[in-house]
Every structure is written in C-alpha cells, then in structure tokens.
C-alpha cells in the first residue's frame, strides 16, 4: 500500500466510525430515551432480558452501549445480576445488525433500475435528505432525523473510502500471507480480540474486516477466528465500566467477558473438532461483505442459543470471582448511578426512587421523633439524629446529581420532574431537622425531668395525630404522584396552623393561671413550632406536585386562589379535619 492509500483507509475508518457515533446518536434521540428505561423495566425473566437486549441494541448499533446501561442498573440495585445476563446476551447477539447495514454500501447498480439503488445513489439521495432535515425542519425529531440520515450517508462514504484504499492488497504477497496465518485459530481469534480491545467497537471491527473482504483473498477459514476474536474482544470497554462500581456492578461487568469467552471457547471446539473429523469444504471459500454478515449473526446466534442454559452458572462464576463486600454501616444506601447521567430518562427514573426513599426516610425521623414523647429512649434519639444525617446526605447527593441532569437535552415532561424534585428536596431535608428538634424537646423533657398539664398533654396528642396524618399524606401522595391525594394536604396545613394558634393561647392562659411554668413553657411552644413547620413544608411539597403538573409555579397565588375560592373539595376536606383534630 501507498502513503496515500495508508491516510484513504484511516479516514474511511475515521468516517465509520463518525457515521456510526452520529446514527446511534439520532437514533436514540428519535426514540425518546424510551429504549433505556425499557430495558429497565421489561427485562424480568433471561428470554424476555434477551429479546429486548437484541433489539435495543439493534437501535443504538452498539452492545457496548447496551452492556455499559446494564452494568449501570445493577449498579444501582434497580436490575439483578441474573436480569442483566439476558440483556447482556441479547446484546451479543443484536450487535450482529449493525453489519447488514453496512452491506447496503456495498449494493452495485450496472444501469436501469439498479444503479437506483447502487452505493452512491443511496448515499447521495440519504445525505441530501438528512442536511435538508438538519437544515429545515422546524420540530426538533425531524433533525433528529436529519441526523441519522447523515450519520447514514458518513459511514457509507467512509466504507467506500476503506475499501478503495484496500482494494489493491489483494495481489499483495504479504497480505495473503498474513490471512493465512489468521487460519490458525488461535492466532486468528487473538488478533481479532487485540483489534476490537483497540478500537473499543465490535461494529467498527466487523466494517473494517467487510472492508477487507473486497479484496478477494479472505477465506472463511480466515475469518471465523477474527469474527471469534471480535466478539470476544468487545468486552473490553464494558470491564472499564466496572471501576468504582459495587459488587453487584462489578459481577454485571464481567458478565460480557465470561459469555463471551465462555461461547467462543465451546464454538471453536465444536466446530474445529468437527472440521477435524469431518472435513468442511466451504473452508477455503472467499468471503464478501454480505456472507461476512451472515456468518457473524449465526456465530452469535449459536453463542447465544449454547449460553442460555447456563444463565445460572455465569452468575456462579461472576459472584465467586467478585465476592461480597461489608457495606459501611450507618451510611444510606444512596445509589445515584454516574453512566446514567447521560441518559435522563434513567437518571431521573433513579432520582424518582431515590427521593421516594429520602421521603421514607424523613416521615420515620419525624414518627420516630413524635413517639420518644410517649416513650422515650435512647436508642429512639438516636435513630432520629441517624435519620436526619441521612436526610441531609439524600439532599446533598440528588441535588448534585439532578443538577447534572439538567446539563443535558430532556423533553418538557422530564423538565417538570426535575423541577419538582429540585423544589421538594429541601423540604424533604427540613421535616427530618424539625424530627431531630422534636427529639431534642422529647430529651429535653426527660433530663429537666419537666412534664406538661392533662390539657396540655392533650393538645399535644392531637396536634401530633394532625402532624403525623399530615406527613403520611403527604409522602403517600409524592410516591405515588396522587394529585387528588395532594390537593387534601392544603385543608389540612390550615387546621394545623389554627390548632398551633389556639395551643399557644391556651398555654398562656395556663401560665397565667399558674397551672405551667416558664419553664414548660418554652419547650411546649418549641414543640408546637416544630409541628407547625412540618405542615408548612408539606404544603409546600403537595403545592410543588400540583403546580408543576400545570407548568406553573407560584405557590403563594395558588394557596391564596385555594382559600379565596372556598371550593366544595377545600371546605369539605377542612371541615372534616376541624372535627378530627378539634381540642
């Protein structure tokens, strides 16, 4: 080869690679960022796990990709390892796809009706089509189009540069030398891994060995131990991704790695045992791009087929080579996963359940608070403090994370849930420090050895029954996104506020008449106080839910619309409380 034809392969290999990266990308974006979730959610037995690994990763031409997403969700403890080994399968086999496509750049037309559909008609006719999407098209999917069309129309010419350049080394002496030492399996499937390991795509090894092909001096007997190695050499960017995971990540990294070797292992015994025994005369047939392609999706089928009984035995082998590690006690189980950064339907998905779990977290600090009250211990003081540092850790952890998020391209439904838990954390965070105050007063009480009058007692307990039902309805309503439920919790806010009200006219009416002291006092309007802010923050939360969901946020104008209103809900819902919680 010449220097020129040297520099014609690497642009060819450099515009394959561009076009793949730019198709991928616009595919993804085409379809939402539903595909991601999709395999999150669907993927519950090993068949199902494989059929939806197969055709993500068809749609995003990159098991890397899909094996990387996999890794993320048992990562984050939303997969098991057991779910991520069928996505992990589907993806060996769904990345076969990828090089029937690449045969369309290889579609030759003598005239008529065929040079219609030859290489450079498709290419020109899918590139004009892509820059006048990128260019023209007013809705933001039709770019997205645009650029897939033109990723499309990239590889193509970058195929037909690879394979200009290689055309010539077909009468090479030290090329057909070198394919024939690739018929040496061993040497063959070691080359193969090497090649892809670099190139970090199994897709992009495949293309350049069609590239190839053309030449005419590629033999099947060559090129089934480089289609070996590729499929085997293609784990190596999904182990990357398994530095700083947890154990469980860790195992779901080697899961592509132990398949893979594992299939290919059993493949190359099988067949060369049999072409030892029964000599296979199609060895020394010269390849194309297109038998390439055929040869590649049935070694991977095979692979797949051979693997999936022995689901149970990858997972054996990736836990026994990562074993268990002691979690650091006392510190929450925060899984905010980075690869899912992104990807923001999985980022917020994790954020959902995350934040649900820091809405957990705050409602037993507060129930937790509340009871030392009645039964005060120790042990249940300390559980309130762990659960406020918790609260905190949730709030700095989801608001970093969730600020990260917005840094990248969301649809206006995805905006609105950042939003609205962006709005919410810190009330979340707030009710779990107003817990620790309450804990506080409770210990308070205890030390000084102070207790309130049978009025006050009382108060109190129905105070704490508002307070507690309001906090549950709260978080009930978050979790589960009820509105309905959400727009009770504002009725509720302002029978708290006037049970508060009342409370401290009535003690003060007792330390006039002498029956509290001032000591009691201040921790008895401490108390209320606490109690007070914890309805507060809840109406902000319900408030938040209601008004996001109306892409609008002005809190104040829609308490105030609410009450000025008086509608039959609102005056139903307060009148019910007001007999409740009547002192």
């Known amino acids: 080869m010449s220097i020129s034809e040297v520099f014609s392969l690497l642009t060819g290999v450099a515009m394959f690679l561009f076009g793949m990266g730019l198709m991928g990308d616009g ?14 959610r669907l993927s519950g037995t090993t068949i199902r796990g494989v059929l939806l690994g197969t055709g993500v990763t068809a749609v995003i031409q990159s098991s890397c990709a899909t094996a990387v997403m996999t890794v993320g969700f048992v990562n984050s403890g939303m997969m098991k390892v057991r779910q991520g080994i069928g996505v992990i399968l589907g993806a060996i086999l769904g990345t076969s796809i990828t090089g029937w496509v ?24 899918v590139a004009v089509a892509g820059i006048a999407l990128r260019m023209f098209g007013k809705k933001q999917v039709y770019r997205y189009i645009g650029d897939i069309l033109m990723g499309f129309a990239v590889l193509m010419v970058g195929m037909s540069a690879m394979s200009s350049s290689v055309g010539g080394l077909g009468k090479s002496a030290w090329f057909i030398n070198a394919l024939t030492s690739l018929s040496n399996p061993l040497i063959g499937i070691l080359v193969g891994t090497l090649f892809t390991a670099l190139l ?6 495949v293309g350049i060995v069609q590239a190839l092909s053309v030449t005419g001096a590629m033999s099947f007997e060559a090129s089934l131990p480089l ?8 784990s190596a960017p999904v182990l990357f991704s398994a530095i700083g995971a947890s154990v469980e990540g860790r195992r779901a990294a080697l899961v592509y790695p132990v398949a893979t070797g594992f299939g290919v292992l059993v493949c190359a015994c099988l067949f060369y045992i049999a072409s030892t025994v029964f000599y296979f005369p199609f060895l020394g047939q010269i390849m194309n791009p297109f038998s390439l392609a055929a040869v590649n999706s049935i070694l991977r089928f095979v692979m797949v087929l051979l693997l999936l009984p022995f689901t149970d035995v990858i997972e ?6 990562v074993t268990d590690e002691k979690d650091e006690k006392g510190s929450p189980a925060i899984r905010l996963e980075e690869r899912f950064i992104v990807y923001p339907a999985l980022a917020i998905e994790q954020s959902r359940l995350t934040i649900n779990e820091m809405s957990q977290v705050s409602e037993r600090a507060l129930l937790s608070a509340l009871s030392l009250f009645s039964d005060y211990s120790e042990k ?29 391209e969301m649809t206006v439904t995805q905006n609105e849930e ?5 709005h919410t954390l810190s009330d979340f965070e707030r009710i779990s420090d107003h817990a620790r105050n309450l804990a506080e007063n409770a210990k308070e009480l205890r030390e000084k050895r102070l207790s309130f009058s049978v009025n006050a007692k009382r108060e109190l307990d129905v105070l704490f029954a508002a307070v507690s039902q309001i906090v549950s309805m709260t978080m009930t309503a978050f979790c589960e996104g009820d509105l309905h439920l959400a727009a009770r919790v504002e009725p509720l806010e302002e029978v708290v506020d006037e049970l508060c009200d009342q409370m401290k006219l009535n003690h003060v009416e007792r330390l ?10 201040f921790v008895f309007n401490d108390i209320v106080t606490n109690c007070e802010r914890v309805s507060d923050h809840c109406s902000n939360i319900a408030v938040a839910m209601i008004e996001l969901s109306r892409d609008d946020f002005r809190t104040h104008k829609y308490v105030h619309a609410l009450q000025e209103k008086e509608t039959p809900e609102f005056r139903e819902a307060y009148e019910e409380y007001v007999q409740r919680f009547a002192i």
Do not use: N, W
Request: proline fraction near 1%; charged fraction near 15%.
């Open 512 to 521: 006039q008449q002498g029956i509290c002291t001032i000591k009691q006092g």
């Open 27 to 40: 595919l993804k974006k085409v379809s939402g960022s539903k595909l991601e979730p999709i395999l999150y």
């Open 102 to 125: 690449i045969c369309l750049s290889y579609i030759e037309g003598a005239g008529g009706v065929a040079e219609l559909v030859s290489t450079a008609t498709l290419t020109g006719l």
């Open 227 to 234: 289609l070996m190695g590729i499929a085997f050499g293609a």
């Open 316 to 321: 054996a082998i990736v836990s026994a080579l």
């Open 200 to 205: 970090q795509s199994a897709s992009a090894a």
């Open 418 to 422: 950042v939003s609205k838990y962006l």
């Open 380 to 408: 249940g003081f300390e559980q309130v403090q762990a659960l406020e540092k918790d609260g905190d850790k949730y709030e700095d952890a989801l608001g970093s994370y969730l600020i990260r998020v917005t840094g990248h």
